[in-house]
């Protein structure tokens, strides 16, 4: 398996910290840099203050907002930000309605850079 050639700061949002510091460390140990938040409010926060982010994955299901609607917010700050869905749902609940590129949960180490390279080589 190759890394993304160029090395990304991705920033990843899971309220989950088992699933937040793996995803971290599986991207780390790809050649990225990787910060991990539990909120869409702490993501919107460091896009805000114009900290480097390549990208953000983001989960689907969090307490205050979703990874749709964190989303949506992150393009406002940061139009062409490749961002990507991690979700376990087959069709997002509640109507919701993404163009997001989607990673399915659970994901191993494989999936997610083939995700994330898709999503950085379109940005």
Not at 12 to 21: F, K, Q, R, T, W
């Amino acid at each position: 398996m190759e890394a993304y050639a160029l090395a990304a700061t991705i920033l990843v949002v899971d309220d989950d910290a088992l699933i937040g510091i793996g995803t971290v460390d599986m991207l780390c140990d790809l050649g990225h840099t990787a910060r991990d938040v539990s909120s869409g409010q702490a993501a919107l926060d460091i896009l805000a203050s114009g900290e480097r982010v390549d990208a953000l994955i983001t989960d689907f299901a969090m307490p205050g907002m979703t990874g749709v609607e964190l989303a949506d917010k992150a393009r406002l700050l940061r139009p062409g930000l490749p961002i990507l869905l991690a979700t376990g749902y087959d069709e997002l609940p509640n109507g919701a309605v993404s163009d997001l590129p989607r990673l399915g949960k659970p994901f191993l180490q494989s999936e997610l850079i083939e995700k994330l390279s898709q999503v950085l080589a379109r940005a």
